[in-house]
Every structure is written in structure tokens, then in C-alpha cells.
């Protein structure tokens, strides 16, 4: 089945400790990227990368650092977490993000205590 | 610039058609999607118009697009409890490979 696969769908960290949230798709897409999503937001873009070792900033990328060693796996690490940084994350493929549009994955829900 | 508005919330009763609106600023859009996203699931797309087209039908959906008041609706006919969700327009300009998102309207149908 093509999909988007994020890990975990919870998760409850502490402040200033590292976590990785993994995103793997099995669709060969080139275009990947993260998505938060908070009340009355919307989704805001935190990174995007556009084919494996091209990787650039969206709208709120500071906190987050990305990285895109392999075309299917785009993870999202947060180096430092703050409580700023609770939110609902996705991450999202596509072949064209155009007609196409982006396949996204189930979500992350992350809490920074 | 790019802003992305939506009305957050709409009621409708079964059976009724829904029309969720949206206004964008960003006049280069090239596509405007409509996405669904149910509770504890992520976003699915329903449908997309190119910004050369001023309206779409698929089914029981039918978007309108009018360029010149940079506004986007979807009705959807007949609608049903199923549709209860949260709907976000979007747009994508080319720029960042990104889409930019409104803050989404909860469609509630009662019965």
C-alpha cells in the first residue's frame, strides 16, 4: 500500500532532550516535507526537500534540523525541544506537488513538558 | 504575500449541501487543492482546480474558483454525517515546493 509512515504517533519528551520523529514513504516520491499543525494555524511548512541531499528551510524552520540521506526517509530532529515546539506534526510526499498535490502521513503528536 | 483564510466552523443537517469558502491573496497560485482531514488522521486530498479553470466537479463535490475576488468554495451536495471533518484550502505557487494552508473549517453535520 503507497503511503506515508511517521513514527511515533505519541510522544511526551522533556525540555533540551533530543528526539527524532521518522518519515519513510514507499512511493519513490522526490518532494518530502514537514508540516505543524496548531490551533487556529493551520499547517505552517518547517522544512522541505526536493530530491535526496537538497534540503532547504519553509516557513518556521528555527529548532528543527532535517536531513535527506536517502529518497524515502525524510526524519525531522529536534536538537533542543521547547514547550513552543508542542504541536501536531506531518510529514508529506510527492511525485509534483502541483496537480498531484502531497500525500501525508498520519501525524505526530508532540508534547514538550 | 501568501494568507490563506477560512471561516473555522460550519454546521450543516443531512442531506443539506455545504459550501466552505476561502479567500487566498497570492495571485500567482497556479493550483488550489481541498483537503480532508478526519479526527486522529492526517490530511487527504480531495480535490484540485488550476487556477486556469473556474470550476470543478467530481462527484458529489463541485469547487469554484473565482480569480478575480481570489476566492475558493466547495460545496458538497448531499451531505452526510461520513463528511464531519475538518477542511483546509491550499494553495502552491511554485515557491519552496510548498503548499500554503488556511486554518481549516470543521464541517459538523447533524442529523
Known amino acids: 500500500e503507497a503511503q506515508v509512515t511517521q513514527n511515533p504517533r505519541y510522544l511526551i519528551t522533556v525540555t533540551g532532550k533530543k528526539l527524532t520523529v521518522t518519515c519513510s514513504q514507499n512511493?519513490?516520491?522526490?518532494?518530502m516535507s514537514w508540516y505543524r499543525q496548531d490551533p487556529g494555524l493551520g499547517l505552517r511548512q518547517i522544512y522541505y526537500?526536493?530530491?535526496?541531499?537538497?534540503?532547504d528551510k519553509g516557513d518556521v524552520p528555527e529548532g528543527y534540523k532535517v536531513s535527506r540521506k536517502e529518497k524515502r526517509n525524510f526524519p525531522l530532529i529536534l536538537e533542543s525541544p521547547s514547550p513552543n515546539q508542542t504541536s501536531l506534526y506531518f510529514c508529506a510526499s510527492s511525485l509534483s506537488p502541483t496537480a498531484r498535490g502531497y500525500t501525508f502521513g498520519s501525524g505526530t503528536r508532540l508534547t514538550v513538558v | 504575500g501568501e494568507d490563506v483564510e477560512q471561516s473555522l466552523f460550519l454546521s450543516v443537517r443531512e442531506g443539506d449541501s455545504s459550501v466552505i469558502n476561502c479567500t487566498y491573496t497570492d495571485s500567482s497560485s497556479t493550483y488550489l487543492y481541498w483537503y480532508k482531514q478526519e479526527p486522529g488522521a492526517g490530511l487527504q486530498l480531495l480535490t484540485y482546480?488550476?487556477?486556469?479553470?473556474d470550476m470543478k466537479q467530481d462527484q458529489r463535490l463541485t469547487v469554484l474558483l473565482n480569480k478575480k475576488d481570489k476566492h475558493l468554495s466547495l460545496r458538497i451536495a448531499d451531505t452526510q454525517t461520513g463528511d464531519s471533518a475538518i477542511y483546509f484550502c491550499?494553495?502552491?505557487?511554485?515557491?519552496?515546493?510548498?503548499?500554503?494552508f488556511g486554518t481549516g473549517t470543521r464541517l459538523q453535520v447533524t442529523l
Open positions: 526537500s526536493m530530491n535526496v541531499e537538497v534540503t
Open positions: 482546480i488550476f487556477s486556469n479553470m
Open positions: 512511493m519513490n516520491h522526490e518532494y
Open positions: 491550499a494553495e502552491y505557487t511554485g515557491t519552496a515546493s510548498k503548499l500554503t
